[in-house]
């Protein structure tokens, strides 16, 4: 089932001019929820969520993919974001992000800016060191955004 959503997400983000981020399906007590995250460089507005929401519920309602009530959510990923999948670190070159990792059986928790993804491995620049950290020692990670506070 997530294949076919993630395949309709797709084509349905190509029709609007927008990329797909990520699809999930959660369990709620009236249904599923089926929430799809789309981006774009310059970020995408409700317009283009509510285009994607439209061509998606075509699509769904017809193929008859998801058994029983649903509820369908297009949005942006935000700016805190997950990065799971190797585009999503792509996409956030240069940005801060927090990671945690696997350190010699221990989990080391890191705040840094994201500086290279190569295919094993991202560099990640912190305050005091330069870190290469294999994607198969990361636990978790997500950009996250630094709220700059302004002097009157």
């Given at each position: 089932m997530l294949e076919k959503i993630e395949k309709i997400a797709h084509e349905a983000c190509q029709q609007v001019g927008v990329a797909l981020y990520d699809v999930q399906i959660?369990?709620?007590?009236?249904?599923?929820?089926?929430?799809?995250?789309?981006?774009?460089i310059d970020g995408v507005t409700v317009a283009e969520c509510q285009r994607v929401s439209r061509v998606m519920n075509m699509e769904l309602d017809t193929e008859d993919i998801i058994p029983g009530r649903y509820f369908l959510e297009v949005s942006s990923p935000g700016?805190?974001?997950?990065?799971k999948?190797?585009?999503?670190y792509v996409s956030a070159i240069n940005e801060k992000v927090k990671l945690?990792?696997?350190?010699?059986?221990?989990n080391v928790h890191i705040m840094?800016?994201?500086k290279e993804v190569l295919p094993k491995h991202i560099k990640v620049v912190t305050l005091t060191e330069e870190l290469i950290i294999p994607f198969s020692d990361i636990k978790k990670a997500k950009?996250?955004?630094e709220f700059k506070k302004t002097r009157k």
């Amino acid at each position: 089932m997530l294949e076919k959503i993630e395949k309709i997400a797709h084509e349905a983000c190509q029709q609007v001019g927008v990329a797909l981020y990520d699809v999930q399906i959660k369990n709620a007590s009236k249904g599923k929820i089926v929430l799809i995250y789309v981006t774009k460089i310059d970020g995408v507005t409700v317009a283009e969520c509510q285009r994607v929401s439209r061509v998606m519920n075509m699509e769904l309602d017809t193929e008859d993919i998801i058994p029983g009530r649903y509820f369908l959510e297009v949005s942006s990923p935000g700016l805190e974001r997950e990065l799971k999948l190797k585009k999503h670190y792509v996409s956030a070159i240069n940005e801060k992000v927090k990671l945690t990792y696997s350190k010699q059986d221990k989990n080391v928790h890191i705040m840094g800016t994201l500086k290279e993804v190569l295919p094993k491995h991202i560099k990640v620049v912190t305050l005091t060191e330069e870190l290469i950290i294999p994607f198969s020692d990361i636990k978790k990670a997500k950009t996250y955004f630094e709220f700059k506070k302004t002097r009157k």
